[in-house]
Structure formats: C-alpha cells, structure tokens
C-alpha cells in the first residue's frame, strides 16, 4: 500500500516538472518571435533629388544651301584664268572664270557680219520699193487726170488705152503694198540673226559667268583645262539660308520629337551655339538604314555655316538632363526584380524601380520614385519590407 502511494507521488511530480518545462519553451519561443519581428535596423537616408546625367545628347548633321543652281559653260575652250574659286561669294551675271576659244570668236565675227549683209540687203530693197511705189503712186495719179480729160474731149480710143495702162500700174502698185515685197529679205535676216546669237553664245565673250548669286563650289577645272560647252562648269549655292541635315536613330527621334527648335554647336567648337528651326522629322525611318531623316532650317545671313560642313545638333538641353537618381549602391536585385527601400512613418517600404543611364556612383530612374522621397542608402541589405528602422547619422 506504501509502495502505490509513493509511485503515485512520483508520477505526479514528473508530469508538474514535464508541464512546467513545456510551458517555458513555448514562452522562450514567442518571446524572441516577438523580438524579431520588432526588431528595429539603424540605417542612413537621404532626399531623393535631381541629378544631371552628363551634357545634351548631340547629334552631328551636314549644313546644305537651301539652293543650289548649275553653272554651265555655253562656250567651249581654253580655261585662261579662274577669277572667282571653290568658297568665294559671287553675284549673279559675275565673271567667274576666262576662256580662250579663237574659232569660236571667228564664227561669231562671221556670223556677226552675215547679219549685217542681210540688214543691209533689207535696207536697201526697202529704199528701193518706197522710190518704186512713189514713182508708181505718180503715174497712178496722172492717167487718173488724162482720163478725166480724155473723157471732156470724147477721145474713147485714147481713154481706153490709158484705163487698161492704169489697171496695170494699180496693179503693181498693190504688189508693192506691206511686206511681201520684202518677205524674203526678212526672212535671211532673222535667219542671220538666229545664227549670230548662236555664235555669240559659243564665244560667250570668253568668259562663263555666274548663274546665280550665292557661293562658289564644286569647281574642279585649273588653268589650261579644256573645257566642253554644255558641260557643267560648278555649282552656286544660295547659303543666306541653310538647312540642317541629320539621320537619327530611333532613339534619338524620340528625344526630337514634338520639338519645333534645337540648338546647335559650330563645327569649330568655339562654344557658340545658335538655334535651327526643325521643319521636318520622318515618322517612318529609311527601309534600308533604318534611320529616321530630320531636317532643319536657320538664317545664314553671316555666311558663317558652309555647305558641306558639320555642326553638333543637341538634342536634348541642359535641363532635360537633370533627372531623378539615386545611388547605385543603394539599388537591391532580386532575380529579375530591381528595387529599393524607402522610408515610410520609420518602416521600410520596398520600392520597385526601372533604371536607366549611369553617371559617376548615380543612376537615372525612368520610374518609380520621385523628388522628396527618402530613399534608404545604408543597411537596405539587411532590410525586409515592412521591418521598422531607425535613421542615424
């Protein structure tokens, strides 16, 4: 009986010392679940700001005269003396350049004195045909009168002959009238003419002078060069005004869209920038070179942008460059998720973000954050969102 009340003691002492160690198990393990989930990180901060991501992004583009008007040589020959070169300004009706050419000169002198012949050919048979028609004018005017008398003497064999003489004479009379008299002469003479002007063009004055006015280019004839009538001698071009020439990327597009003006950089890099205005921007780019072609115009008055030359076109400004960033250090990855830790009420709120240029230790930031948020730039690598943290210094 004493053994069972002693077992029964034991039984019971062992299940109170079972329970109470259970019992400071489950307490030891909600109290540090409890720590944990309070646990509060020490990390930095600071603003997020604006930052700039380097200078405008360029783009280079050829200056073009907004006219360009051939020259040609009408006359043929020996090229004497270039007295205007590639690049120099020249008037309209200038003496660009001298020709020799001595048949040329020949057939002009001759043709000139064809004309002349045949002028005075014309001169002459009109001096004569006046004199014929006053002469016949006259006897016209006398057998009128012989008529009038022969009719008071009633000599009708004398009247008869003199109506059929008069006939005659009104007759050649009208012949004379207008030009058909002449027709023939007028016609070798502006035959002569014709081939006089002709001439005249293929002597040119042994000059060739300029078509327009504007600058001097694409001349590759020296002295002694032999030069074809007809053929292309250079090119005048108009540069009071030019245009701005670029092929842009599709990228490059999309940062001159929508802009109706962009600055620009002379190609001798002095600093001087001045502005273009955009008339043309392909929405389409090129099927070849898949280049989106962009066109611009601006006053050339100084003559200081010459054709064939380059200048940097920005196509951004200054101000476009200044954008959201942050460090990259302070940006954390997580497979294919890119984020960040913000503070929020001193809790750390998890921030997706999609990045974009580098700069020096800083990053764009296309989306996802904006100016006056505080962004977490210390201790985020051990930070889970939600978790609560204090700011030091």
């Given at each position: 009986m004493r053994k069972s009340i002693w077992a029964l003691v034991l039984i019971m002492v062992s299940s109170a010392a079972i329970a109470g160690c259970s019992s400071s198990a489950s307490t030891e393990e909600a109290t540090a679940t409890s720590v944990a989930t309070d646990k509060v990180s020490e990390v930095k901060t600071e603003a997020i700001r604006k930052m700039s991501m380097g200078e405008p992004r360029e783009q280079l583009a050829e200056v073009i005269a907004s006219a360009r008007v051939d020259i040609t040589a009408e006359a043929g020959g020996l090229l004497v003396k270039q007295v205007k070169n590639n690049g120099d300004q020249v008037k309209a009706g200038e003496v660009i350049a001298i020709i020799d050419n001595k048949n040329a000169f020949i057939e002009k002198e001759k043709a000139?004195?064809?004309?002349?012949?045949?002028?005075?050919?014309?001169l002459n048979s009109s001096v004569e045909l006046a004199a014929r028609r006053l002469e016949l004018s006259n006897a016209v005017d006398k057998m009128k009168d012989l008529i009038k008398q022969q009719t008071r003497d009633?000599?009708?064999?004398?009247?008869?002959?003199t109506q059929r003489n008069l006939q005659v004479s009104m007759k050649q009379l009208e012949a004379l009238q207008g030009n058909k008299a002449t027709a023939?002469?007028?016609?070798?003479?502006?035959?002569?003419?014709?081939?006089?002007?002709?001439?005249?063009?293929?002597?040119?004055?042994?000059v060739i002078k300029a078509s327009a006015?504007?600058?001097?280019?694409?001349?590759?004839?020296?002295?002694?060069?032999?030069?074809?009538?007809?053929?292309?001698?250079?090119?005048?071009?108009?540069?009071?005004?030019?245009k701005l020439k670029a092929q842009l990327t599709e990228p490059a597009a999309e940062l001159a869209s929508n802009k109706k003006e962009l600055v620009f950089k002379l190609s001798n890099d002095d600093g001087t920038q001045r502005k273009a205005k955009v008339v043309y921007l392909s929405t389409i780019p090129d099927a070849s070179t898949r280049l989106y072609a962009m066109e611009l115009e601006v006053d050339n008055a100084d003559h200081v942008l010459k054709p064939t030359s380059r200048v940097q076109l920005q196509l951004t400004t200054p101000e476009e460059e200044n954008v959201v960033a942050v460090p990259s250090l302070s940006v954390l990855?997580?497979?294919?998720?890119?984020?960040?830790?913000?503070?929020?009420?001193n809790k750390a709120e998890k921030r997706p973000v999609t990045l974009g240029r580098i700069n020096g230790p800083y990053q764009e930031v296309l989306k996802g954050l904006n100016v006056g948020d505080v962004l977490i730039v210390s201790g985020q690598h051990a930070l889970e969102a939600g978790q609560s943290v204090k700011v030091v210094q």
């Open positions: 000139e004195a064809a004309l002349k012949s045949a002028e005075m050919s014309l009633g000599d009708e064999t004398g009247k008869d002959e023939a002469l007028e016609a070798q003479v502006d035959t002569a003419k014709l081939v006089f002007e002709q001439a005249e063009t293929s002597w040119g004055n042994g006015s504007g600058v001097l280019t694409d001349v590759k004839a020296d002295s002694g060069t032999s030069i074809q009538a007809g053929s292309l001698f250079g090119i005048v071009q108009n540069t009071d005004k030019v990855r997580e497979g294919t998720e890119t984020f960040v830790f913000i503070l929020a009420a």
